[in-house]
Structures are given as structure tokens and as C-alpha cells.
């Protein structure tokens, strides 16, 4: 079993229908960005931050109104520092949120991810669990945050993992990985 030691925050936050209109969880998130960032499923929000934002949703602020994994792949040799993944984080959610267009596995959108990110990249992931990008995929954990909605609201937990020197071109070179 391998230690490690990663930044931990724990935030008191009501909970909002849009993740960046809780101030406290925005500002946490602003302080983990660096660089040029990518926030995919962007919301109503505008962060602080060289932010382009990507929501399938017309009704929300965003440099380009399309599905996550479409964009990525046609990002065209665009390169980020930060990612940030705020997607549904269930499929009730989705429905809620985004008419039932919540669409790809969520895999498939890590995967594509490791094609637009600079060296030493971020991701910045929010849900319900911790799993995040993975050793597999080249990254290591650097900061969780975990936010207490109070009452019947499930905690957010926010993950930040770095990549790791090396790794991420051995997993670009295997085709269908399954991590």
C-alpha cells in the first residue's frame, strides 16, 4: 500500500443548483487553477480565472455550446494548464440540469482529456467520489476538498491531481486502455 500526502480543505457550503455559486467552493477552486484552463460543463459562473468555458446548455454563459467529449476532440491542437470537470454527477442531475443530455461515460471524456493538456497539467474533477484521472492515466492526488452541504444534501468532493513526467505517453500509446 502506497502513502500519500495531498492538501485536504473541508468547507461548510449550502448547496447551489450551479457548483461555482457557492463562493467559498469557487474561490477554492479559482486557488487550485493555473494557467490557461479548460472548464467543461461550465454553468452559469464565471470563474476568475483564463477560463474557456464549454456547456452543451444555451442558456449558460459559455465560449462554446456543445457536447464535452465533441469538443475535445475537435480541440484542434489546443493545450491547457488546468481542466476543470464539473459534470451532472448523477443521472438525475442530468435530467435536472441538462434535459437528459448527460450523455458519454464519463471515461471516455477522461480519456479523450490527456489529448489537450500541457506538461505538469492540472484536473480539477467535482462529485461524488474521489476516483478522479488515475495513476493510469498520469496523474497523481495533490489536493481533495470536501464540502458539507448540510441537511439531506450528499458532500461534494473536490480532487486535484497533477500530472506525472512520463506516464501520461505510455498511456497515449496504448490504444483502448482500460483505466
Not at 27 to 44: D, P, Y
Not at 56 to 70: K, R, V, Y
Not at 139 to 161: M, R, W, Y
Request: charged share 30%.
Amino acid at each position: 500500500m502506497m502513502n500519500m500526502t495531498i492538501e485536504f480543505t473541508y468547507l461548510n457550503q449550502k448547496a447551489s443548483r450551479y457548483t461555482f455559486e457557492q463562493p467559498q467552493l469557487k474561490e477554492w477552486v479559482e486557488s487550485q487553477c493555473k494557467g490557461k484552463v479548460l472548464n467543461l460543463f461550465a454553468g452559469k459562473t464565471i470563474l476568475e480565472v483564463d477560463e474557456t468555458r464549454v456547456d452543451i446548455d444555451p442558456d449558460c454563459p459559455a465560449h462554446h455550446h456543445c457536447d464535452a467529449l465533441e469538443f475535445l476532440k475537435n480541440c484542434n491542437g489546443e493545450r491547457f494548464d488546468t481542466i476543470i470537470l464539473d459534470p451532472p454527477y448523477n443521472q438525475r442531475k442530468a435530467v435536472e440540469k441538462y434535459n437528459n443530455k448527460y450523455f458519454h461515460p464519463f471515461k471516455k471524456i477522461k480519456d479523450q482529456l490527456v489529448t489537450v493538456i500541457k506538461p505538469h497539467a492540472r484536473v480539477i474533477t467535482l462529485g461524488y467520489d474521489s476516483v478522479g484521472m488515475g495513476k493510469g492515466r498520469g496523474f497523481k492526488k495533490i489536493a481533495i476538498c470536501l464540502i458539507c452541504h448540510f441537511g439531506d444534501f450528499n458532500d461534494t468532493i473536490c480532487l486535484v491531481e497533477e500530472r506525472i513526467d512520463g506516464i501520461l505517453e505510455d498511456f497515449e500509446n496504448e490504444s483502448g486502455s482500460d483505466v
